[in-house]
């Protein structure tokens, strides 16, 4: 992690912002999620809509939600989080189940998203990270990723509490293990990411949805 503190201290805004750039691409019960998580909220509810709709329509009962992200900013995860569970209640009596699978990376809000989901799967060699936020907003002096024992400048006790709950609940794990976690900040192995419940399997080829929905993406 802190390799990518530093890859983004030395790298101009523009740069970053186009390395960086969220993708949301969704063809018929799929939807990819890569790049950074950054002012996509509208963009990943009106996909989030499409698939549960096709589902819907098709009456599909799975929804593969593929992604490879190192996150992003802490807000725009949350909404994405809010729309995704907003979406599932509404679709909820029709049994629909989100499978997500993590094709590279999955950090920080792509996190959120992916724990909300009814499984995870890895694919092999793929790799988690959970953590207290490094960037609360992008800035050029990149003041927010100054860290006090282990905890990022900006956050608050409150928000800190939320990241602390939200993992605790989804992971069953004790609070000590999640802060431990949470402050390491590093990413985990597969084996890792079975061992703290962040995953509950690891697959050795991705299904034929992502084939198709990779055609789909510019």
């Known amino acids: 992690m802190q390799a990518l503190c530093e890859y983004i201290k030395n790298t101009p805004k523009y740069k970053w912002e186009q390395e960086n750039k969220a993708q949301i691409v969704t063809f018929e019960n799929a939807l990819y999620v ?14 989030i809509c499409r698939v549960f709709v096709w589902c819907k329509q098709n009456n599909c009962k799975t929804i593969y939600f593929f992604i490879n992200s190192s996150g992003g900013e802490k807000r725009v995860g949350f909404e994405c989080l809010k729309r995704l569970k907003m979406n599932r209640e509404i679709y909820k009596k029709l049994n629909i189940r ?18 909300e989901c009814d499984s995870v799967k890895l694919n092999n ?42 993992y605790q609940t989804k992971l069953r794990l004790d609070l000590e293990t999640v802060q431990k976690l949470l402050v390491e900040s590093k990413l985990l192995s597969s084996q890792e990411c079975l061992e703290y419940n962040l995953a509950s399997e690891v697959i050795d080829s991705l299904p034929i949805q992502f084939k198709q929905i990779m055609q789909q993406v510019k």
């Open 34 to 47: 890569r790049g950074g998580l950054y002012a996509c909220i509208s963009d990943f509810q009106k996909a």
């Open 98 to 115: 989100v499978e997500c699978i993590v094709v590279q990376y999955c950090c920080s809000a792509a996190t959120l998203l992916a724990l």
């Open 125 to 166: 060699n793929a790799k988690m990270g959970i953590h207290y936020p490094l960037c609360v907003n992008y800035s050029e002096e990149h003041s927010d990723l100054k860290q006090t024992d282990g905890v990022i400048k900006g956050l608050t006790n409150d928000e800190k509490s939320l990241f602390d709950e939200f």
